[in-house]
Nanobody, 124 residues
């Protein structure tokens, strides 16, 4: 049974930083691409970043490029999202997700397993 559990959300002031983590279990973690998404209030869940199984390839949405960094530790079965220079518009529920073998990794439908989400609130 595949499980993804996010942690690290919270309240932060604009300009601050947070680091989200996602722990995976139930499969051979290093084989799979991992992604981060978020859902802002009243909006759809949107792609933020993905990282390949080896960690050698990453890709970011334009909205977070240069501010957020995705990384993974295959020895610990974790993927992280370092978020810097946070803005009030980054307020959302953040989700990690795991993709089985897919040609693309930047939409919701490309991912097969999801965490429960963690709330990030950025105050102005």
């Amino acid at each position: 049974q595949v499980q993804l559990v996010e942690s690290g959300g919270g309240l932060v002031q604009a300009g601050g930083s947070l680091r989200l983590s996602c722990a995976a279990s139930g499969l051979t973690f290093r084989r799979y691409t991992m992604g981060w998404f978020r859902r802002a209030p009243g909006k759809e869940r949107n792609f933020l970043a993905f990282i390949s199984g080896s960690g050698g390839s990453t890709h970011y949405a334009d909205s977070v490029k240069g501010r957020f960094t995705i990384s993974r530790d295959n020895a610990k079965n974790t993927v992280s999202l370092q978020m810097n220079s946070l803005k009030p518009e980054d307020t959302a529920v953040y989700y990690c997700a795991l993709a089985l073998d897919r040609p693309y990794y930047n939409t919701n439908r490309d991912y097969d397993y999801w965490g429960q989400g963690t709330q990030v609130t950025v105050s102005s």
